[in-house]
């Protein structure tokens, strides 16, 4: 049950787009499709914005996307506004029916 | 609307004991897997436990083990998690949330949380 690796920050000015990335094992990441990402705000509690990969919730913007490749997952959010300014985390689903979150990424918005 | 309301979070002795409640609404409570996560001060987010419909099905992250039992009282729309043999490291504020119907893959809403303080 280690944590997935994330970077510890990213930036970006508004309008440009960010990467962040976060990667597991073939137990958790490149084993199954049901990677979620959430965003939290300062003393708030955190919001589901990608599910299964690269699925949105409603109400999420479609400036977020999701991707996969082997161990690796990906968030990017394209055209950065300045509420995007958050912790983001990454979530795996893992074998023996657990889940194991990321570090957190901290997205300044320049 | 999903309501997911926490109680229970107090300050506690090491080796202490502490029982966390999470009232729930807004949905169908008894159709959904249910999670508990937690955040120590400043850190990231840490699963800790989660436990299926009908409660026969429930996992834990490995430090708590033997220390935390998960439970839930489908007519009473309630979760729980018995703290037990806490230790400083448990300090957390404990987040109550509402997973998937097939699979406890996605945390899909959550609650407002709940501080747990585990020291002398």
């Known amino acids: 049950q280690s944590a997935l690796t994330q970077p510890r920050s990213v930036s970006g000015s508004p309008g440009q787009s960010v990467t962040v990335s976060c990667t597991g094992t073939?137990?958790?990441?490149?084993?199954?499709?049901?990677v979620s990402w959430y965003q939290q705000h300062p003393d708030k509690a955190p919001k589901l914005m990608i599910y299964d990969v690269t699925k949105r919730p409603s109400g999420v913007p479609v400036r977020f996307s999701g991707s996969k490749s082997g161990n690796t997952a990906s968030l990017t959010i394209s055209g950065l506004q300045a509420e995007d300014e958050a912790n983001y985390y990454c979530?795996?689903?893992?074998?023996?029916?657990?889940?194991?979150f990321g570090g957190g990424t901290k997205l300044t918005v320049l | 609307e999903v309501q997911l309301v926490e109680s229970g979070g107090d300050l506690v002795q090491p080796g202490g004991s502490l029982r966390l409640s999470c009232a729930a609404s807004g949905f169908t409570f008894s159709t959904y897997w249910m999670t508990w996560v937690r955040q120590a001060p400043g850190k990231g987010l840490e699963w800790v436990a989660n436990i299926n419909q009908d409660g026969s099905e429930k996992y834990y992250m490995d430090s708590v083990k033997g220390r935390f039992t998960i439970s839930r009282d489908n007519a009473k729309n309630s979760l729980y998690l018995q703290m037990n043999s806490l230790r400083a490291e448990d300090t957390s504020v404990y987040y109550c949330?509402?997973?998937?119907?097939?699979?406890?893959?996605?945390?899909?809403?959550w609650g407002q949380g709940t501080l747990v303080t585990v020291s002398s």
């Open positions: 073939s137990s958790d990441v490149g084993a199954y499709n049901f």
């Open positions: 949330a509402r997973s998937g119907v097939s699979i406890a893959a996605t945390v899909w809403d």
């Open positions: 979530c795996s689903f893992a074998d023996s029916s657990t889940l194991v």
